[in-house]
């Protein structure tokens, strides 16, 4: 048969030399299409022999080789030879494949180990099977059953490029003949049982493989195939030195470095050299042995590392391995070039027995089908199951065994994938759980890249690998090491300790979880497979991985360019000029992107990297990034901007540091955006591996470490930036500092500086050793905790050195994490840094060292005082601490610049400050404060007011109200108040209404010890403006008498209400204030009252507390002076505060209304900013109507837009709804960002937004996709279309939602500014728009909506309006839009009711939703009648008005009577209505029961005039409809929606006035135990009437499910 190769071929390939040479086009960029067949049919026994001529180092496998019964006449040439089918069997790296399946796992050498000048061949034998020969060496059978007709196949697949055509014939008899032999001698020493040593020699690898390489290249050099006689189908000794003019080419040179790689890994995990069981040492011709059990327990075919195959018995003695690279007794007699690593084909003998193989347990999980003789486990239905597959090994692993699987088989159905471990438990008493990480003892899984011990979580970011992200192909093992760390790899490569001890016994453990359906034990661990592997992932990543680079050649060319310059690829709208060393947009005002630059070549250690900016323009927000990459530009496909890279990038953008497209630091140096023309920006790589940025010139600190070596500069023009030149005048850069954390001494001005900006003369910086997970930066000003949401502690920074006498060292906390408890911990040690063990916390620390934590001072570990004057843990963003060391030795803290007084004293003279980055304070920076203090500061006792850190922001300070007790004088503008005789008549009110999580707090000034008692604090309900003028001698002596209205009190240590003691012992008595002490009150947005002694909380002191309170005093007693030291949570806004319903709104009738202030009438300055949405949102949006409109045109999400000016303090922000789709659930949410949505990428829905982000979603807030509010207004999916939904941000920086125009309250505070309003258009909303622009601002007509509510008639009990007769503006009423009171209308028209029943006034019928309950802001329980009672208002229901009769009591009975319930049947209402009131008889059966009279005891009297045993019928009421509306009182009735035609069930009732005296009290008598509402006992929740004429119906009420 003529040794050629077909004219058709791959559509790459490229033949030569009579059709005997094929190449592969396009090496570098392609991998695939270089298929091969021979010209004819092979005859039988003929070996089809090509030899390797040239491979690349770009890609990861290799020549693949096989045969087909496919005629190439008539093939359609697959990508790949694994792609033939229709009876094709192919060899691929050491597998065997039929038809691409594979049939054999581990079989003969390693085709993709074979180098340049190698030869395979493939063969039909004579019985019909398939052998493979590598360089002459017959590998066995790898198939049988073969059919006659076959041609060979060759894939010039990877890194193979090109072959050439040896021969087709026979083998010569010789190898035959030693085939045989060897297999004879095989099959006799596993009959014997022997253990077999073998021995050789073997010459030092680096010099064999460069000989080797140098003996390759003399046979390139033409077309002509030597031959070798038979005895030596390779040479067998290659020259001890290189000529001269021995030239090692690119690839062959990176060839031996990677093979070396893998001699290398090899050796080490085969046992070789000094730790395994290896062979003979390097240049040495000696047998290694290990006597060790330790050693390498693999049973494979046919394997040596280039040390010597490592083979371990089963009794663990005797191992040595033969060298290669010579023939040794028992070896090889044929091996490959040294070039290979010097791996040799060696021979296993005596291994192990089959039990004593790593294979799978036969008792598994209820899923797992086990095959290929347990070493493949595979999951039944992985597309129905997604779990109970797990497998574990059939007998515990050894000490530094490697326990390896590959994944066979995924399904894209499911989330997640497999699971890999180790566990305790026998597999033969284990009751397989569904999933291993359900187990709960003895058990650590890797899952993701995170570690689970016992299914919790314990390491959540273990390896930049995750094994959710593998492929089909992809290795992963671990390995129980000697010392008991547990290892995990991926690919070969060691991802680090993942479990510092672990069990002496464990078993392996595989989930095959999810998308993970099949795997199989490996066990040749081929460490070149793993690393092809990893090479496959990386370049999926980078491109650039595994490409040759020119910067790494041995020899570089003097010659050479050396510059730094741009490279030639260049983003779309990028351009290179100057010979490389200017990067431009030239049309800067038409694009903002697309203008990315790389260097020309990668960066060396320490080499600088800087560009001049040469031209800004001024049309588009960010500026210029600068940073690094791994990616070769020449192979890159530049994205649009940098951050979009998610492999292998760092870049600094805006004061950021960016890595893979994810902000690493918040707050890292200089910012970017604010350059100008002619400033410079660089960057540097140290020999570290740590990664500096320069901004004109001045180093800006470390930004990222384990940088590696060869990286790319890289820039972008983004948008200002419009061109950049590369400054190549090194020697005008200063040099780079020696410390990284010591920054320059000098600053420039556009250098860096701290908050407020830094001084030339301060030199206080953080020491470059701190804790482990701390990390400095901006030039040892900035201190962070990086993994801060898994890590909490490890994190102390120390100042660069000692405080002097009187110097103020400050920070200010910049960035915190609502994840832990506790926070920020400062102090002082003597400990120098250099000799401090830095602890996980600085109170661990048992000598010299005084910390501040929380409130506790604490000396070496020990709390010595308790309550200091600022809680630290009770500091937010922004705040400011010192610390101060004075002259006399005493330490001092400042909060926000305030000196909180000595805290502890006898200080040595050299102390060093401590800042602890624990719990929730994640980064601080130093303050421009930082320095030397007045020193009549250092040893003064401080005497000035002290205020209280718990606002945010400065406010404005609260005052004294103007009425008083009669023995109170009001001083300093009504911030201090004195008793003036007496002890009683001292009472006083706050100046106004405090606001939700306001604190007033008040200071001791003096004390008169001849009284007793002490001071009294609270809230009240009693307004003073309706007060009386003063002197007020008909208020109350004392606060405890003060009854005319509701007023909360702690009194000593007991909380009451109106004077009812409602709690004792609630904190500690206030009977011992003393001079200095503070007290303050706080109603929190849960309608509790807090107490503060200074300043520590002391937890709810009372519940259900009204909103409109005065904080009250009494000072009685001892207490005859106080003064306030606590400012406004919120400055006066009620001239731009919106109406509020439960408030401002006055009612019809009210005859002592407050008229309203002028400055509440007075239109608003404020002119409200043009508001339009941005032009970059999510894909599925479309905008129109310029820019006012926005709609989502498909799918369910990606429908996120932002405004594309930023909001504006107190401008309200409004879209209303337009469509609404109710094919999907949920519908919008809205929010802010605190940053420039220009380079924002928009993620597929708003919950996805995690940095500076605040989301309103539902009835939920959320900060960075982190819950921190519930139950906050109504539920924005049950808003209808038509809704008005906007946003406000106030002079506090808070977070307002207006509904309809209703303020729903503060949803967040701390609102960065400028700030940008996002609008998710999720689910069922599908359209909306800006109507902002049309309306005024904020309060600017508040004056004429104030008094707009109407009510039947003025209802005021102990200060709470009815709300229940109130009904809120047209403008704002959500009755035309709530779809749950028009669904019950409907189902109120089927009943077919009279409609002169009911009230023509539409606006008097009101919904109980959730929505609509929460928009007018309605309490849960209200008072009425005389005297007063509580009632509950009907939440869930829908109250429909009802038409009340004009005779002369009703006006009495609206305002006497109270408020009940009764629950109905559908079937009584006609004849109730027609009555116009409860009948008894005329009501549900259930409401009517027959009683018989009792006696005085009974629960009824029997009436006078009433013979015994008579029934007296009685109507059933309830001030609750909780009780009313149970199904056994208002049964359900099913309905069918004649809209939605959907059926629904629906109940009845009514809402009545009840004359007082008509009814009786008494328990609910179904029987029930549990409470069934909090505000009424089950004693008191059933009130019973039998007066005619005793009850008006008020309403009709119902309820549809």
């Known amino acids: 048969m003529a040794a050629e190769l077909h004219p058709r071929s791959g559509k790459l390939i490229g033949l030569s030399n009579s059709n005997r040479t094929a190449r592969r086009n396009q090496p570098v960029q392609e991998f695939n299409h270089g298929l091969v067949l021979s010209k004819e049919p092979l005859r039988d026994r003929d070996v089809f022999t090509v030899r390797i001529d040239k491979k690349v180092n770009s890609w990861s496998g290799s020549i693949e080789i096989g045969v087909t019964a496919l005629d190439p006449a008539a093939l359609d040439f697959p990508s790949s030879a694994t792609g033939l089918k229709g009876g094709s069997w192919i060899v691929s790296g050491c597998s065997v494949l039929r038809d691409g399946r594979s049939v054999l796992e581990e079989y003969g050498r390693d085709l993709d180990q074979l180098a340049e000048g190698d030869r395979v061949g493939i063969q039909r034998s004579s019985r019909g099977e398939l052998h493979l020969w590598v360089n002459g060496q017959d590998c066995g059978a790898a198939a049988s059953g073969l059919p006659p007709k076959l041609w060979a196949v060759v894939d010039l697949y990877g890194k193979c490029t090109q072959i050439t055509v040896v021969s087709c014939e026979p083998p010569p008899p010789c190898a035959e003949k030693e085939t045989i032999e060897r297999e004879e001698e095989d099959e006799e020493e596993e009959e014997e049982g022997e253990e077999v040593v073998v021995c050789g020699v073997r010459e030092d690898v680096g010099i064999t493989a460069l000989m080797n390489v140098a003996a390759m290249n003399g046979m390139m050099n033409g077309d002509e195939v030597p031959e070798l006689s038979c005895s030596h189908s390779r040479p067998d000794k290659f020259p001890n ?24 890994y090899r050796s080490e995990d085969e046992g070789g050299g000094e730790d ?15 006597t060790g059990s330790d050693s390498s327990s693999r049973n494979e075919r046919g394997s040596s590392s280039s040390g010597g195959g490592a083979v371990n018995s089963d009794s663990g003695t005797g191992t040595t391995g033969g060298g290669s690279g010579s023939t040794g007794e028992g070896g090889n007699t044929n091996n490959s070039p040294a070039g290979n690593g010097g791996v040799g084909l060696g021979v296993m003998t005596g291994g192990m027995t089959t039990n004593d193989a790593l294979l799978f347990h036969e008792k598994c999980g209820t899923l797992i089908k086990l095959s290929n003789n347990n070493k493949t486990a595979e999951r039944r239905r992985p597309l129905d199951e997604f779990n109970n597959g797990v497998v574990m090994t059939n007998r515990p692993l050894r000490h530094n065994e490697m326990f390896e699987i590959r994944i066979d088989k995924l399904v894209d159905k499911w989330s997640g994938s497999i699971e890999i471990g180790v566990t305790t438990h026998n597999p033969n008493n284990l009751d397989y759980p569904a999933t291993m990480t359900n187990l709960r003892s003895g058990t650590i899984m890797m899952s993701g890249c995170g570690i689970l011990t016992n299914g919790k979580g314990t390491r959540r970011e273990y390896c930049e690998f995750s ?32 479990a510092a001890q672990t069990p002496g016994v464990v078993y392996g453990v595989v989930d095959l979880y999810g998308m993970a359906v099949k795997v199989t034990i490996v066990h040749n661990h081929n460490h070149s497979d793993r690393l092809r592997r990893n090479n496959a992932i990386m370049r999926a990543l980078s491109p650039d991985v595994g490409r040759p680079r020119p910067s790494l050649s041995l020899t570089p060319d003097p010659e050479g360019p050396d510059r730094l310059l741009f490279h030639p690829n260049c983003g779309q709208k990028a351009a290179i000029i100057s010979d490389g060393r200017t990067a431009l947009r030239p049309h800067a005002t038409d694009d903002f992107n697309h203008g990315v630059v790389l260097s020309s070549r990668p960066l060396r250690s320490n080499e600088v990297f800087q560009v001049r900016i040469d031209k800004m323009v001024d049309k588009w927000a960010g500026s210029i990034e600068i940073g690094v990459t791994t990616h070769n530009p020449a192979y890159l496909q530049l994205p649009s901007t940098m951050t979009n890279l998610r492999s292998g990038t760092w870049m600094m953008t805006g004061n950021g540091v960016m890595h893979n497209g994810t902000t690493i630091l918040d707050e890292y140096g200089h910012n970017l955006d604010r350059l100008k023309a002619g400033d410079t920006v660089g960057v540097v790589r140290k020999e570290d591996g740590s990664l500096h940025f320069f901004v004109n010139g001045v180093a800006q600190g470390p930004a990222a470490w384990n940088i590696p070596p060869s990286v790319y500069a890289v820039v972008d023009l983004y948008g200002q930036a419009a061109q950049a030149t590369i400054m190549d005048d090194m020697v005008d850069l200063p040099p780079l500092p020696e410390d990284s954390s010591e920054g320059p001494t000098a600053m420039s001005p556009g250098s860096p500086c701290s908050v407020g900006g830094a001084s030339t003369t301060n030199d206080l910086r953080f020491h470059h050793l701190h ?17 801060c949401r898994s890590e909490f502690n490890d994190a102390i920074v120390i100042s660069n050195r000692c405080l002097r006498d009187g110097e103020l060292f400050e920070i200010i906390i910049q960035k915190m994490v609502d994840r832990w408890s506790g926070s920020i911990e400062a102090g002082v040690t003597a400990i120098r840094p250099e000799e401090l063990e830095f602890p996980n916390t600085m109170t661990d620390i048992d000598y010299d060292t005084w910390m501040l934590s929380g409130t506790a001072i604490m000396q070496d570990g020990n709390t010595m005082r308790n309550n200091y004057g600022c809680d630290l843990d009770s500091l937010t963003t922004g705040s400011r601490i010192g610390m101060m060391r004075s002259a006399s030795g005493d330490l001092h803290y400042y909060i926000n610049g305030v000196d909180q007084g000595v805290a502890c004293s006898g200080l040595p003279p050299e102390v060093y400050a401590v800042i602890d980055l624990y719990g929730q304070c994640v980064q601080v920076s130093i303050t421009s404060s930082s320095g030397p203090l007045d020193n009549s500061l250092c040893t003064s006792n401080i005497t000035e007011k002290s205020f209280p850190i718990h606002s945010p922001v400065a406010g404005v ?205 007075e239109p608003c300055a404020l002119v409200p900013t043009i508001m339009a949405f941005l032009e970059n949102h999510g894909k599925n949006i479309q905008l129109s109507n310029q820019n006012l409109t926005a709609a989502r045109v498909s799918s369910y999400n990606q429908g996120l837009l932002v405004t594309a000016q930023p909001l504006a303090r107190q401008q309200l922000f409004q879209f209303q709804i337009d469509r609404l789709n109710p094919s999907w659930t949920s519908s919008l949410s809205l929010g802010v960002i605190g940053h420039s949505p220009d380079r924002l990428n928009f993620p597929s829905t708003a919950c996805c937004l995690k940095r500076s982000a605040w989301l309103l979603q539902r009835d939920s ?41 209703m303020d729903q309250g503060v949803a967040a505070q701390d609102i960065p500014s400028p700030c940008y309003l996002f609008i998710d258009l999720y689910g069922q909303c599908e359209q909306v728009t800006i109507v902002t622009n049309n309306v005024p601002a904020v309060g600017g007509e508040s004056g004429e909506t104030r008094c707009q509510g109407d009510m039947e008639k003025a209802d005021m009990v102990d200060g709470i309006k009815e709300s229940v007769c109130w009904t809120p503006p047209p403008e704002v009423n959500p009755n035309k839009t709530c779809e749950y009171q028009a669904l019950c209308s409907r189902f109120k028209d089927l009943l077919t009711l009279p409609d002169g029943y009911f009230n023509e006034d539409a606006k008097y019928n009101l919904c109980y939703c959730e929505s609509c309950h929460k928009l007018r802001g309605d309490e849960a329980y209200y008072k009425r009648g005389e005297p007063p009672r509580d009632y509950a208002l009907p939440f869930g229901w829908c109250r429909f008005a009802l038409r009340i009769k004009p005779h002369c009591e009703v006006s009495n009975a609206l305002k006497k009577w109270h408020i009940a319930y009764h629950g109905t049947s559908v079937g009584a209402l006609r004849r109730t209505l027609d009555h116009s009131q409860l009948l008894p008889g005329t009501s549900s059966v259930f409401s009517v029961s027959p009683v018989k009279a009792e006696g005085p005891n009974g629960y009824s009297e029997p009436e006078e005039n009433s013979a015994p045993g008579r029934e007296v019928p009685r109507v059933r009421l309830s001030p609750t409809m909780r009780y009313s509306g149970m199904e056994i009182f208002a049964p359900k009735v099913q309905f069918q929606d004649p809209r939605s035609h959907r059926c629904h069930q629906a109940q009845v009732g009514f809402q009545v006035c009840v004359r007082p005296g008509s009814y009786k009290v008494g328990p609910q008598t179904l029987g029930h135990s549990e409470p069934l509402d909090p505000r009424f006992s089950n004693s008191e929740i059933e009130w019973i009437t039998k007066e005619q004429g005793g009850t008006i119906l008020y309403g009709l009420l119902i309820r549809v499910e």
């Open 241 to 264: 030195n290189l000529e001269p003019d021995t030239v090692l080419t690119e690839h062959q040179l990176f060839d031996v470095f990677n093979n070396a790689i893998v001699s290398f």
């Open 276 to 290: 395994g069981g290896g062979g003979g040492g390097a240049g040495s011709g000696g047998a290694g042995g290990n």
């Open 467 to 498: 094994l959710d992200e593998l492929q089909e192909g992809d290795h992963i093992g671990l390995m129980r090491k000697a010392s008991g760390a547990l290892h995990f790899y991926i690919n070969g490569i060691d991802q680090g300790v993942a």
């Open 771 to 787: 804790g482990t997970n701390a990390v400095i930066t901006n030039g040892g000003r900035t201190a962070l905790r990086q993994n």
């Open 957 to 1161: 300070a609260h005052r004294l109200h103007s009425k008083h007790g009669k023995n109170v004088v009001l001083l300093g503008e009504g911030c201090q108040a004195v008793r003036v005789g007496g002890y009683a008549h001292g009472i006083v009110f706050s100046a106004k209404e405090l606001k939700a999580d306001e604190l007033f707090e008040v200071r001791i000034d003096e004390v008169d010890e001849q009284w007793c008692g002490s001071l009294h604090i609270g809230l009240t309900t009693l307004a003073p403006p309706e007060l009386p003028s003063c002197p007020l001698s008909g208020l109350s002596p004392s606060l405890p008498q003060l009854r005319t209205k509701v007023t909360w009190l702690l009194c000593g240590s007991e909380v009451r209400r109106n004077g009812v003691l409602q709690r004792q012992n609630y904190c500690c008595s206030l009977d011992r204030l003393m001079v200095g002490n503070r007290v303050g009150v706080k109603r929190c947005s849960d309608d509790t009252m807090h107490i503060f002694i200074d300043g520590e909380d002391m937890g709810p002191a009372a519940t259900a507390i009204a909103k409109n309170v005065y904080a009250v005093l009494d000072l009685y007693g001892r207490i005859t002076a106080v003064s306030i030291v606590s400012s406004s949570l919120m400055e006066d806004m009620e001239s731009v505060k919106a109406p509020s319903l439960s408030s401002d709104s006055c009612s019809e009738g009210e005859e002592d209304s407050t008229p309203v202030r002028e400055a509440e009438s």
């Open 1261 to 1301: 807030v959320f900060h960075n996709s982190l819950k921190i509010c519930e139950n906050y207004g109504p539920n924005l999916d049950t808003c209808p279309e038509g809704t008005v939904l906007g946003l406000l941000v106030d002079a506090n920086s808070c977070l307002h939602l207006y509904v309809n125009g």
